[in-house]
């Protein structure tokens, strides 16, 4: 049974049990109406408390069904017999209570929570707007400056801000399901979230700049701004008619490209390490080495602080070893100040600074981030080779060397792996996993494993020159680069682009990072006769001429006050490279061009057998390098045709 009733005395406990997050699916809305029946029938119960098993209350409409025809009892309708009782509802909260859960909740007629639950309304990151009341009942328990944030930025608050704000009525101090029958045996009469008065806007600035920031960074996602509307409706119009249009919006997005795309990558998100490999029983870990600690190697090592591992930072010197504890010290303060680490004292207890590899004697795994060169790279793995246990797994963070390579420098090659962390390595959510052939199952699972552990999501890849996402973002280059040669100007790709819903242009991007590192690189290629093609004569000679982007003043573009603007040099440099005729380029065909180009790449990827599946190239593109997620990746967008 996914909805059970038990009687406690007068108060009847409700308890929904549909692992794995108590989603409400069919099932459990059928559970809920006869449970209002039922206890809307006992002359004597008094009260009821709404529980959940498991490990949270109701995580939300269970997704799953949102591409299946929809079957009554709807969750309005469910929410609306509760709300209508005459026996008071208790909600009782704990874990997290996330769209149709807190939905659900608000139509309690109390709320008490346990102090570590979570709430929120997440249906914009799906594309889509509350579909059961949210929009109607949130803000007549929360400010409405508090309803928008909630609403269109779709972020949980804690339960202590929850309880301040109006939207819970108490947190329990000890049982939770002892606090909420002590409260349930309080009540003695419904209170009805829809017939209390709107609260209305306490600050009209502050609600009018969150509107307009989360239009701002909404990229392309339509349903932040229906968002925004649906909410300014439910503040306005009388509930009945807010609650009428608020559930026809819901569903004419949830049958839109762009929700069925955030739906896609929802599920392909919690879909990469699904490997059979990753069955073999992780190693223990809890020691973590790092050697480097440079911008990429200090991020890591926070990190792995900030998720409770003991960190050894490897520097070259005294002097270096401070600089990079220092660089993580200051990341550990920026994170504790942004609420993202609370236990400050502890992860600076656990860092742990040497110039010598002997300090890693012990530890589980390390992670090499040390300059991007092979033979650079293949010293620190023979002297971790001498230094570490046997069983220690020893990982590099090159983005694009051949692991395979690294990997036969140890006596044992089993224990190599590519953890591919980008910057800022405590921030971005991808992991690339690089497999080199000879790895051992129990150290793919053991990474598998840390990849969650740390937060981040996971996707495997094969070894090749920049696994996935380098290697499409390669091929995205290059056809940026072809498009200068056939037409377009600089400018005109990155607006495409932009406008397509990437943060930023290919172009503006390598004038951020800098044009003499991938300039190097290609001159070290063309030494060993691995890169083939003249794509890059252009950006060659913006090299040759001093213009390594925004740090020297000029790249792609010419920066005055800190603001791109087309350059008069770079226009003469592609004329002379085109030495023809310009063809006439429309947006559309920027767009459309470049989509085939990284689509080409990505069917490669697949066919050497690097990406496991187009899934884990959507993940890939969408975490690790600014594709929109609405689009639901590359591969997503192109089977719909778009
Ligand atoms: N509907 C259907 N399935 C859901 C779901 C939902 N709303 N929320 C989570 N799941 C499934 C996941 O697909 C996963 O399934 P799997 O084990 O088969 O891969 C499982 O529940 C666990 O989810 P996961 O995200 O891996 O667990 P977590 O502990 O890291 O996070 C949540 C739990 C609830 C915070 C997170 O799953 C979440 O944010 N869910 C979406 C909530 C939401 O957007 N609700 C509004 C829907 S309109």
Redesign the pocket.
């Known amino acids: 049974m996914t909805v059970t009733l038990q009687r406690h005395g007068a108060i009847a406990v409700v308890t929904i049990d549909n692992p ?2 108590n ?3 069919h099932a459990v809305r059928q559970g809920l109406m006869d449970a209002v029946a039922q206890t809307e029938n006992a002359a004597d119960i008094r009260a009821v408390v709404l529980a959940c098993a498991g ?2 209350f109701v ?8 591409d299946m025809p929809p079957v009554d009892p709807n969750l309005p309708d469910v929410i609306a017999a509760i709300e209508a009782a005459e026996t008071p509802w208790v909600a009782a909260v704990h ?2 209570a ?4 807190l939905e659900i909740a608000m139509g309690c007629h109390y709320r008490i929570a346990d102090p570590k639950a979570r709430m929120g ?3 914009v ?2 594309g ?1 707007v ?2 059961a009341g949210g929009t109607v009942r949130l803000p007549r328990l929360v400010s409405a400056d508090l309803a928008v944030a909630m609403v269109a930025g ?1 972020k ?1 608050i804690s339960a202590q801000v929850a309880l301040e704000a109006g939207l819970l009525d108490a947190l329990a101090e000890g049982d939770l399901r002892d606090a909420a029958l002590a409260f349930a045996a309080s009540c003695s009469a419904p209170r009805r979230t829809l017939g209390l008065p709107v609260v209305g806007k306490t600050d009209p600035e502050a609600f009018d700049k969150t509107a307009s920031d989360l239009r701002r960074k909404a990229r392309g996602q339509r349903s932040v701004s229906v968002a925004i509307e649906t909410l300014e409706r439910g503040l306005t119009l009388p509930s009945a008619d807010a609650l009428a249009e608020e559930r026809a919006t819901f569903l004419s997005l949830k049958a839109s490209d762009q929700a069925r795309g955030l739906r896609h990558i ?2 392909a998100e ?2 990469t390490l ?1 490997d059979p490999r990753c069955k073999a029983e992780p190693r223990a870990l809890t020691h973590i080495g790092v050697v480097g600690g440079g911008t990429m190697g200090a991020g890591i090592a926070s990190l792995c602080l900030m998720r409770g591992f003991a960190v050894t930072l490897i520097e070259r010197d005294d002097a270096s070893a401070e600089a990079g504890a220092e660089r993580v010290r200051t990341t550990l303060q920026g994170s504790a100040k942004r609420g993202l680490l609370h236990d400050h004292a502890g992860a600076l207890a656990r860092l742990q600074s040497a110039t010598t590899y002997d300090a890693l004697a012990e530890a589980d795994l390390v992670i090499e981030a040390v300059f991007e060169d092979m033979s650079v790279k293949k010293n620190v793995f023979a002297a971790l080779d001498a230094a570490t246990r046997p069983d220690a797994i020893l990982a590099t963070n090159t983005s694009y060397l051949d692991v395979n390579e690294i990997a036969a420098c140890l006596k044992d090659p089993s224990r190599a792996i590519g953890l591919h962390f980008f910057s800022p390595a405590h921030i971005m959510k991808l992991l690339e996993i690089v497999l080199p052939d000879r790895v051992a199952d129990d150290v793919v699972a053991t990474a598998a494993r840390l990849s969650k552990s740390l937060g981040k999501i996971g996707v495997f890849s094969g070894v090749c020159d920049g696994f996935i996402g380098n290697r499409i973002m390669s091929s995205y280059r290059s056809e940026a680069d072809r498009l200068l040669l056939d037409g377009a100007f600089p400018s005109e790709v990155d607006a495409a682009m932009r406008d397509f819903g990437f943060p930023m242009g290919i172009f503006e991007m390598q004038d951020l990072a800098g044009l003499d590192i991938a300039w190097a690189m290609r001159k070290r290629r063309r030494a060993e006769g691995k890169l083939a093609g003249n794509d890059s004569r252009i950006s060659d000679r913006l090299c040759e001429a001093g213009r390594f982007g925004r740090k020297t003043g000029g790249g792609w573009y010419d920066y005055v006050d800190g603001r791109a603007q087309p350059s008069e040099h770079v226009s003469k440099v592609i004329d002379e490279e085109r030495g023809g005729e310009a063809m006439m380029l429309t947006q559309d065909d920027i767009i459309s061009r470049i989509l085939v180009a990284l689509r080409n790449e990505a069917e490669a990827l697949i066919e050497e057998g690097i990406a496991r599946s187009a899934n884990d190239i959507d993940v890939v593109m969408v975490n690790g390098y600014g594709f929109p997620r609405w689009t639901g990746g590359p591969m997503f967008s192109a089977r719909r045709g778009s």
């Open positions: 794995p997050v989603a409400v699916a490990r949270t995580a939300g409409a269970d997704v799953k069904e949102f874990g997290t996330l769209g149709g859960g309304l997440p249906e990151t799906l889509l509350p579909g779709g949980p929802f599920f919690r879909a699904a």
